[in-house]
């Protein structure tokens, strides 16, 4: 049988300790996309720490949209709003100093 992937038995703190240092390396657009995309192709909700690296990401390659995206993301992996929330208040510091505003402020539903 042939693996396509050698990430099968992964603990979540392998997990983490990966798409950090994934979300740490890219240096252009395309490569935080596509880290984030792979980070929530996954069956979990990622730690804030991981969070807060793609945030840094999309600061370093200047792309506000995608860091607004990550929330987004968030909001539709956990399981319920009170969980959305904790994640908001655990990021709340660099989303605060960041700049990144949320889709709900952006957006609000009438």
């Known amino acids: 049988m042939r693996n ?3 990430h099968d038995d992964e603990t979540f703190e392998e997990f983490t300790v990966r798409f950090e240092k994934e979300f740490d ?3 252009d657009l395309f490569d935080v996309q596509r880290v984030l995309n792979n980070c929530f192709s996954y069956d979990l909700v ?3 720490s991981v969070l ?6 999309c600061r ?3 792309d506000f949209p995608t860091a607004v995206r990550v929330f987004e993301g968030v909001r539709f992996k956990v399981e319920n709003e009170q969980q959305y ?3 908001l208040t655990e990021l709340e510091p660099i989303r605060k100093d960041l700049g990144v505003d949320l889709s709900e402020d952006l957006f609000p539903s009438k």
């Open 4 to 6: 396509y992937s050698s």
């Open 25 to 27: 390396e890219a240096q």
């Open 46 to 48: 990622p730690a804030p």
């Open 52 to 57: 807060a690296k793609a945030l840094e990401a």
């Open 60 to 62: 370093r390659v200047n």
């Open 85 to 87: 929330r904790d994640y």
